[in-house]
């Protein structure tokens, strides 16, 4: 897979993958925009990753959203062509992908505008202490509008319009973050990835499919009311059962030795 502004790699059932415009503070241009969902179809698509993690290139940005010079020019051809103009061309993140591999996103500076959407549709969050997290939208004349929708998933209200309105006159800090439940750790910049990186080894050790499924049922269930929350869920499940490692797992917890667990393909 030949990438032109993404570094993807693979160790011990991870994938890395790095946003590697560090140049323009890894904002989105129209190649990225087009590899982003080949990088994750590339996640689903092999059996030996489990998990993956997502970060910038450099310590100044994660990703600071679509890149204002291409829209300056009048470039504005985001995602696949014949997508044009839909909301399905914007298609980032693992989660607007459909890819229901857990995925670890570490901020390791600023997340700002469409940036924020890598945070939202995260798994788990690790950031530097120095990371920022701001949506200036409305501050160069655009609607703030999928990225605080999706954040209402995991903020308060007042704290999403906060970000949203204030156009980043003030930025929320890591530490903020991590109080409003945005983040889950915040650490020194040299500690991001090595944490990123445990929390991965971690999550790998269980059954891929079991991870797959739970991570699906708790994404979609914010879809729906409570009473469709739960059938989905229970669809999921029954699904799941018909899995090998829904019978491996039990097995050997009773037989006091390592699971082996299937592939998912």
């Excluded at 990225?147 to 903020?176: F, H, I, K, N, Y």
Aim: hydrophobic share 45%; net charge negative.
């Amino acid at each position: 897979m030949e990438l032109e502004t993404l570094l993807y790699e693979t160790r011990d059932r991870v994938a890395i993958i790095t946003l590697n415009r560090p140049e323009r503070l890894n904002a989105i241009n129209t190649a990225m925009s087009r590899e982003l969902p080949l990088a994750w179809r590339e996640v689903m698509r092999d059996p030996d990753v489990v998990c993956a993690i997502l970060t910038g290139a450099g310590d100044r940005a994660l990703c600071t959203g679509f890149d204002m010079h291409d829209f300056a020019s009048g470039r504005t051809d985001v995602g696949d062509p014949a997508e044009a103009g839909s909301l399905s061309a914007v298609r980032f993140t693992a989660l607007q992908n459909r890819c229901w591999k857990p995925v670890i996103t570490a901020v390791n500076g600023m997340a700002t505008g469409g940036g924020m959407h890598f945070v939202a549709g995260s798994d788990l969050v690790v950031a530097a202490e120095h990371a920022e997290f701001f949506e200036n939208h409305v501050a160069v004349g655009m609607m703030s509008g999928l990225e605080p929708v999706s954040l209402l998933r995991r903020m308060p209200l007042e704290a999403v319009m906060r970000l949203s309105l204030l156009g980043g006159a003030e930025r929320m800090s890591a530490r903020r973050a991590h109080e409003l439940g945005l983040v889950g750790d915040v650490l020194p910049a040299d500690q991001v990835m090595p944490r990123a990186l445990e929390l991965a080894e971690k999550i790998a050790r269980s059954s891929p499919a079991a991870l797959m499924a739970t991570k699906r049922s708790i994404w979609e269930s914010l879809d729906h009311g409570l009473s469709a929350a739960l059938e989905n869920t229970w669809s999921i499940m029954r699904e799941h059962t018909a899995h090998p490692d829904a019978t491996e797992g039990p097995r050997a917890f009773a037989a006091k030795r390592a699971p082996a667990w299937r592939p998912v393909e």
